[in-house]
């Protein structure tokens, strides 16, 4: 079994600051590693993803994220964020054994872009 | 269309009525999911369709919940004797197969039990 853990619910952060949205995982099998993005009132949308192969990936609207497996976690960074970026992000795994299994999400991050 | 479509968008039923929400997958993709929303929380796996069979119901409540496929494509999420409790936003997805990485994910079906 896998479970998310997303340490804040609410993140705060001025227009064009970077920020970080912290995600922690655990399994007792290889995971892959996503987080979604789901804007007001749309559905969820993939942003990156982590496979195999380098522990840093980039994804879409300029986010990336970074695969520790020591510390079992998979953080989400942006170094400049604007007020379009304001939205919730799930963090998510599934096990990497080849079946398509479903997702275990976290409770999610909430990230209020101020002016 | 080129998303996965999900009706209704939102559904309002009293308690223990029946409901059936519907997922019309992208063309093409095997596999299916359906997911729960609860307010405040991240979406909860229900049940994994490849084809038309469950390959996963692990996470189904109870039994007043069900789903089928039954020609591989469209599903419906069946709930009997609705409660309260089963408030929440019904979750689509669909991906390409076993092995498939990428899901794809409808705006959901917002059901309220009153």
């Known amino acids: 079994a896998q479970s998310v853990t997303q340490l804040d619910s609410q993140v705060p952060v001025f227009e064009e600051a970077p920020v970080e949205l912290r995600c922690n995982y655990s399994?007792?099998?290889?995971?892959?590693l996503f987080w979604y993005v789901q804007y007001p009132n749309q559905g969820l949308q993939l942003l990156l993803k982590?496979?195999?192969?380098?522990?840093l990936v980039k994804g879409i609207n300029g986010f990336e994220a970074e695969f520790n497996k020591s510390q079992t976690s998979f953080h989400l960074r942006k170094p400049s964020v604007h007020i379009s970026d304001t939205a919730e992000y799930f963090c998510?795994?599934?096990?990497?054994?080849?079946?398509?299994?479903?997702?275990?999400f976290g409770k999610g991050t909430h990230l209020i872009i101020q002016p | 269309g080129a998303g996965v479509s999900q009706t209704p968008s939102n559904k309002v039923t009293e308690k223990g009525k029946y409901v059936e929400l519907r997922c019309d997958p992208i063309?093409?993709?095997?596999?299916l999911y359906w997911y729960r929303q609860s307010l405040g929380q991240g979406p909860e796996f229900l049940i994994y369709?490849?084809?038309?069979?469950?390959?996963?119901d692990s996470g189904l409540p109870n039994d007043r919940f069900f789903a089928v496929r039954p020609e591989g494509s469209v599903s419906t999420l069946k709930i009997q004797r609705t409660e309260r409790g089963d408030s929440a936003v019904y979750l689509c997805?669909?991906?390409?197969?076993?092995?498939?990485?990428?899901?794809?994910f409808g705006q959901g079906t917002r059901l309220t039990v009153v």
């Open positions: 997805a669909s991906s390409l197969g076993a092995g498939n990485t990428e899901a794809f």
């Open positions: 399994s007792s099998v290889s995971v892959y």
């Open positions: 982590y496979l195999s192969g380098s522990t």
């Open positions: 998510a795994v599934s096990p990497s054994g080849g079946g398509a299994d479903g997702l275990t």
């Open positions: 063309s093409g993709h095997t596999a």
């Open positions: 369709f490849q084809g038309t069979g469950a390959a996963d």
